[in-house]
C-alpha cells in the first residue's frame, strides 16, 4: 500500500470546530485510503480538549498525537489562530501512548518508553511531543538507551504564562509528553540545523541554578544583555523584551560545535528563564540569527532529511521551528516552508508548528536536545 497523506487547516471561534474543520479538509485528500496516524498543531489559545473533540468526531480512534504552538505551519505557509491536521495513511502501524508525568520527571518518562520498545522486537521508531515549559528534555534524552530513533518537540505557546499542551487520543494536558511508536513500511529522514551565528561577544556564566541563569560576568544576565542593547535592565522583565531575549541565546563551546541554549523568558530578578541547565564556570557566545542564515538553515536541514531517507520516496513533512524563527521572521511570515520546499518540491503536503525545542538521535547515541534549530522530518515509503 501506498504511503499517503493529506493536509487540513482551519480557523475557528472555537476548537472544536477548528478541529472538525482541517480535519475534513485532510480527510477529503485521502479518497478511500484509510488513515494510519494523525497529528495535530493547534493554536494555544484554543481549549485542548476542544480540539481533540472535534478532530475525534470525524476521525474517531485512529492513533492521533499533538501539541500546542504559536501558529501552525503548511506547504501554504504560516497558519495563526488555527488548528493544522495532517493524516497519513500506508501499510505501517501506530501505536501512542500519553505519559502524563514528563514534567515531575524525564528520567522516569524515558524509562517508560524504553520499557514499551523492548516489548516488541520489531525495528521501530518514535514521534513524540512533550511539554517546552516544565520537565527536563536533557534528562529525558539520557534515559534513552535502546538506540531506538526518537525524533519530535517541545511544544509551546504563550510564552509570558507558560500556557501549553500536548494531545494523545481523547487525552489532553500539560506537563506530559504524546508518543507514538511506528513500524512498518515507514521510514523517516531527519535533518536539522539553525540560522544563528556568534558575533565576538563571550560571557562567563558565573552563576546558574536548575533552569535558572542568574548572572553573566558576575551581573544579573538582564544587566549584562542591557548593556549590550541598550534598553534599561529592569525593561528586560517585562514585555516585549522578557520574550524577545530568546532571538539573542548563548552558544557553548561543545567539541566543534556551538551548543545553542535560549532563554523562554527574563524574569523579574533578571535572570534567564531556560529550559536546559547550563554549568557554572564555562564561557559563552552571543549568537545572533538573520533571515539569510535561517533560508540557508531550512535548505540544508531538508537535504539532511531526503539524504537519510534515501531511495524511499517522500510523502509528507513534519516541519518544528524553534518559536525564535516566527519572532526573528515577523516580516516574512512562514519564509521558512518557502525554503523547504525549495528542496522538496511544492507537492509534498507540510505540517508544523513552532517549538521550544527539538530532540533527536543519530544512530546508537543518546538523543540531543537543541534549542534555536529547524527540524525537518520526512516521511517515505520503505524501498
Given at each position: ?211 535558572w541563569l542568574r548572572t553573566l560576568d558576575g551581573r544579573p544576565s538582564s544587566e549584562t ?28 563551546e561543545q567539541g566543534e560545535e556551538l551548543l545553542v541554549r535560549a532563554p523562554i523568558r ?118
Open positions: 500500500m501506498t504511503l499517503i497523506s493529506s493536509v487540513g487547516s482551519a480557523q475557528a471561534l472555537d476548537g472544536r470546530e477548528a478541529g472538525l474543520q482541517a480535519a475534513h479538509q485532510a480527510l477529503n485528500g485521502m479518497g478511500a485510503s484509510t488513515p494510519g496516524l494523525v497529528v495535530v498543531i493547534a493554536s494555544h489559545q484554543y481549549q485542548a480538549r476542544e480540539v481533540s473533540n472535534g478532530v475525534s468526531s470525524l476521525l474517531g480512534d485512529v492513533p492521533m498525537i499533538g501539541f500546542s504552538s504559536p501558529a501552525g505551519l503548511t506547504q501554504e505557509g504560516l497558519r495563526p489562530h488555527s488548528v493544522v491536521v495532517a493524516i497519513l495513511a500506508g501499510d505501517f502501524h501506530a501505536e501512542t501512548l500519553w505519559l502524563p508525568g514528563y514534567a515531575q520527571s524525564g528520567r522516569e518518562t524515558a524509562s517508560k518508553i524504553e520499557q514499551k520498545v523492548a516489548a516488541r522486537a520489531e525495528s521501530q521508531s518514535l514521534l513524540f511531543f512533550a511539554d517546552g515549559f516544565n520537565g527536563d528534555a536533557e534528562q529525558f534524552c539520557g534515559g534513552i538507551t535502546s538506540g531506538v530513533k526518537v525524533m519530535g518537540g517541545l511544544s509551546s505557546g504563550d510564552l509570558h504564562t507558560g500556557n501549553t499542551y500536548q494531545m494523545a487520543g481523547s487525552q489532553t494536558g500539560a506537563g506530559g509528553l504524546v508518543a507514538a511508536f511506528l513500524r512498518g513500511n515507514l521510514k523517516t529522514g531527519v535533518g536539522v540545523d539553525h540560522g544563528w551565528d556568534p558575533v565576538g561577544r563571550q560571557f562567563r556564566i558565573t552563576r546558574s541554578r536548575g533552569f544583555y542591557a548593556g549590550l542593547f541598550g534598553y534599561p535592565a529592569r525593561d528586560w522583565a517585562f514585555p516585549p523584551l522578557n520574550y524577545l531575549a530568546r532571538l539573542y541565546p548563548l552558544g557553548i527574563v524574569e523579574a530578578d533578571g535572570s534567564f528563564r531556560m529550559n536546559a541547565n547550563i554549568r557554572e564556570g564555562i564561557d559563552a557566545y552571543l549568537l545572533v540569527g538573520s533571515r539569510a542564515a535561517c533560508e540557508r538553515a531550512a535548505r540544508q536541514a531538508t537535504q539532511q532529511a531526503l539524504l537519510q531517507l534515501g531511495d524511499a520516496k517522500p510523502a509528507f513533512a513534519l516541519v518544528l521551528v524553534d518559536v525564535a524563527w516566527q519572532m526573528l521572521l515577523k516580516a516574512q511570515p512562514g519564509i521558512e516552508i518557502n525554503a523547504v520546499q525549495e528542496i522538496l518540491g511544492s507537492k509534498i503536503p507540510i505540517a508544523g508548528g513552532y517549538t521550544l525545542g527539538q530532540i533527536t538521535s543519530a544512530g546508537a547515541e543518546p538523543p540531543k536536545f537543541l534549542n534555536q534549530h529547524i527540524m525537518v522530518i520526512v516521511f517515505g515509503e520503505a524501498s
